[in-house]
């Protein structure tokens, strides 16, 4: 990068890590610490909310996921509002009013120990994983930029966040976020706008939109009935509605956000910012993946986005053949931009036509050499789509641009890490350290053993970075993680306020059904969104019958 851009990254960064610790208050005492003496206004609450899920993921991985498939992976979202509704007349007062640290607490009141237990040790692992895959995404860029390996920015990526996480209160972390998200929202509309200048004088953004349609990546909507279908209406609507209750309901990183609101009415408002702005802002997203597919169409793309891997393949004993390859993806693009500049003069069937056929030859070429990469480097899940957006950024924005996007990308890691590490770090604490091994010591001590806790999960998210790097979509990664377990922990909060017959054994036993169930199911290939829905009712039927079985609940 121009040394302007590192300029860029180091102020801003600093800056914003010296504000947000600026503004902690309370640190040492173990509400101040955990949930800001439950201070914090609904609009910050509601925007702390979305930063926490808006990590570096979905500055990478959707920006890649809106370039390969256009904007079908926005139907994932179409749950989340009425999602967002539900949860604010059911769960939220339950937890707001029980006055609790964590969510799971309140499975010890209704059911028994080791309901709460066994359900908040769910969450870390679930978390802990996810963790990871936050970490590993800008560790993807970062490895572009300093030509590095993933393992080694993986951990120059965790370790800050690790520090920051020890120091900081959730109350720094909640303002961090807060300006991070202005951050986040201003460079990717800056980045759209010169996408569209940065297409040809000839081709303006309606032209644009004609060739995505073309391809079918502006369809946003798709009614087929297919459970082994990722993204379509109905699994967004049902099976996203589930897994949106779930991590916004059950899971920690996002409960705690809307337990330091100010009030219950607060708490409430705080979830609705999601419900009315997450979609436009997943929309932008991948309008931008969208706009960077359209951008290539008239600027060569590379072969292969990773240059890495391109080189290791060029210097393989299959370097014949991937020239071979280069050349016919040369000749490809060509005809691709010849083909769309057809369209975009006279759009005739003709030329719609003799343009699918040139995208889909270089899609084809393409696939060809990410077959070598996978027969070369043995990495069976590497995924092109993950670099798409780092290799625009570092070769086509301008300067101070790129040190804007990178700032975006890295505090957007920096800080979801932090929000997560600080979740994880206060279930350890509440849930098990300070339930079983030191149930009365002061709050000094307390905060000492979080701190530890968060130093523990911080490396083990790293090292689960290294392993998430290789698995493929990063957007589909988090959310293939999550979908094992959030049905699961949803299910048993629903069995605790829907059956009031539901006892602890039947509520443990219902847990490890649905994590059994769900394993089960996603081994014939089931999409994951359906899983969450799998989880709910496998957690709920089995411990309404096995609550009927071992008799009521106790008093």
């Avoid at 640290?101 to 978390?127: C, M």
């Avoid at 200048?197 to 995505?212: I, R």
């Avoid at 073309?214 to 897994?243: C, H, M, Q």
């Avoid at 979740?423 to 000094?444: H, N």
Wanted: proline share 3%; with cysteine.
């Amino acid at each position: 990068m121009h040394p302007v851009d590192w300029a860029i990254l180091a102020g801003v960064i600093g800056w914003i890590v010296w504000d947000g610790v600026r503004r902690t208050q309370g640190r040492d005492q173990l509400e101040g610490y955990f949930l800001a003496h439950r201070s914090i206004p609904w609009w910050a609450a509601g925007l702390s909310v979305m930063a926490t899920q808006l990590s570096a993921i979905t500055m990478i991985g959707t920006t890649g996921q809106g370039y390969a498939d256009g904007m079908r992976f926005v139907q994932f979202y179409y749950g989340l509002p009425l999602a967002m509704v539900i949860l604010s007349v059911t769960l939220v007062p339950f937890f707001y009013r029980a006055k609790v640290y964590t969510a799971y607490e309140y499975l010890e009141r209704r059911f028994d120990a080791k309901t709460r237990s066994l359900t908040s040790f769910l969450f870390l692992l679930s978390r802990g994983l996810s963790c990871g895959v936050i970490i590993s995404a800008p560790a993807v860029v970062m490895s572009i930029i300093l030509g590095l390996d993933v393992t080694a920015t993986a951990f120059i990526i965790g370790v800050p966040a690790i520090i920051y996480t020890v120091f900081g209160g959730v109350q720094a972390v909640t303002w961090t976020d807060v300006k991070i998200m202005a951050l986040i929202i201003g460079g990717l509309l800056a980045t759209a706008i010169l996408l569209v200048f940065g297409h040809p004088d000839n081709v303006g953004f309606n032209d644009a939109m004609h060739l995505a349609g073309i391809t079918n990546r502006l369809e946003a909507f798709d009614f087929k009935w297919d459970p082994k279908e990722t993204y379509t209406f109905w699994s967004g609507l049902v099976g996203g509605l589930f897994l949106a209750m779930g991590y916004f309901g059950a899971d920690q990183s996002q409960v705690q956000r809307y337990l330091t609101a100010r009030s219950l009415h607060e708490a409430k408002h705080s979830l609705l910012v999601s419900a009315y702005w997450k979609i436009p802002l997943q929309v932008l997203v991948l309008l931008v993946g969208v706009l960077v597919y359209t951008f290539y169409v008239f600027t060569p793309p590379p072969l292969l986005f990773n240059a890495v891997h391109a080189e290791r393949v060029a210097q393989s004993s299959r370097a014949d053949d991937y020239a071979a390859l280069q050349q016919r993806f040369d000749q490809a693009v060509t005809a691709r931009r010849n083909a769309a500049q057809l369209v975009t003069s006279t759009d005739t069937a003709e030329s719609q036509a003799s343009y699918l056929a040139a995208d889909a030859e270089m899609k084809a070429i393409r696939g060809e050499a990410i077959a070598l990469v996978k027969q070369v480097s043995g990495d069976r899940n590497y995924n092109d789509a993950n670099y798409v957006f780092p290799t625009f950024i570092t070769h086509h924005l301008p300067v101070g641009l790129i040190g804007l996007m990178m700032v975006a990308i890295i505090l957007a890691a920096t800080d979801s890490i932090a929000a997560e590490l600080n979740s994880l770090s206060t279930a350890t604490v509440i849930d098990f350290y300070k339930r079983y091994a030191r149930p009365e010591a002061p709050d000094a001590h307390y905060l000492t053993v979080s701190k530890w806790a968060t130093a523990f999960w911080g490396l083990f998210a790293s090292l689960i970075a290294i392993w998430a790097s290789e698995l493929g979509s990063l957007i589909e990664v988090v959310n293939r993680f999550g979908s094992y377990f959030y049905g699961s922990i949803l299910g048993v909060f629903f069995l605790a306020i829907f059956w009031k017959r539901a006892n602890g054994t039947g509520a443990s036993v219902g847990v490890l059904a649905g994590v059994a169930i769900v394993t089960l199911v996603a081994g014939y290939g089931v999409a994951y969104l359906w899983l969450n829905v799998v989880g709910v009712i496998g957690v709920f039927v089995t411990g309404v019958i096995v609550s009927e079985l071992t008799g009521p609940r106790r008093a």
